[in-house]
């Protein structure tokens, strides 16, 4: 099952992280549910408040794991028994959030998660020295500032900042023991990949298999480019892991 990504914002199932993703990977023999989930406001640009409307947390998590548990029901009645939950960017963070609360329910839960360039902090870490020079020189409509961060997590919570502690919320935040095993391929050029690298290093504290790595000379984003030469490299490479986890 897989869910794009956007901010928690905007995004659709037309968009190439989304349709071009499911459709490779269809293509190469999975069956793949991509999900869509109800979007929370359109952040503030200049204006202190969020616009009306939308739908804040907990409505994408509590989209997500109802379709995980679709998905799930369905797969058991054609004999499938293991379901890979996974997404990019605001969907990596929702399908990692997804998990927590699926651990924590005591239900069936993700046999791995599949993350692209996720989100899954409140703040994001300070780089490893070794990526720190890789941030260095973002292009300004690249980047990924902190106060920009911090809006589109408020936006997402509703400007409820007790919520940016909540593990469903912003999984890095808790205890990622006994969450499935875990590949993350984060963008090189990327001012959220320190996220990904510090969750990695949580889980494989926690003791959960976890491969962590980086698609080389490629932005945020990077699976919503399908021409590029990123998109096919890092679906190939969450291919080779699937089919270890599918054969465990």
Known sequence: MWAHGGAFAWGDLDMPEAHAVSSWLAAHGWL?????????????TSVPSRPPGGHPFPAAHRDVIAAFDWMVARAREHGIDRVFLGGASAGANLAAGAATALRDRGAA??????????????????PAPATAPDLEDIPRDRAFPPELVRAFNLNYVADDESLLTDPRVY??????????????????WDDLRPSGERFAEQLEAAGVPVECSFEPDTFHGHLDVPEGEGFARTLATFLVWLRAGASR
């Open 32 to 44: 793949v549910l991509s999900v869509d989930y109800r979007l929370a406001p359109e952040p503030p």
């Open 109 to 126: 839960t993700p046999a791995g998660l599949v993350l692209a360039y996720p989100l899954l902090h409140a703040a994001i870490p300070a």
């Open 171 to 188: 999984p890095g935040e808790g205890d990622v023991a006994g969450l499935p095993p875990t590949i993350i391929v984060n963008s090189q």
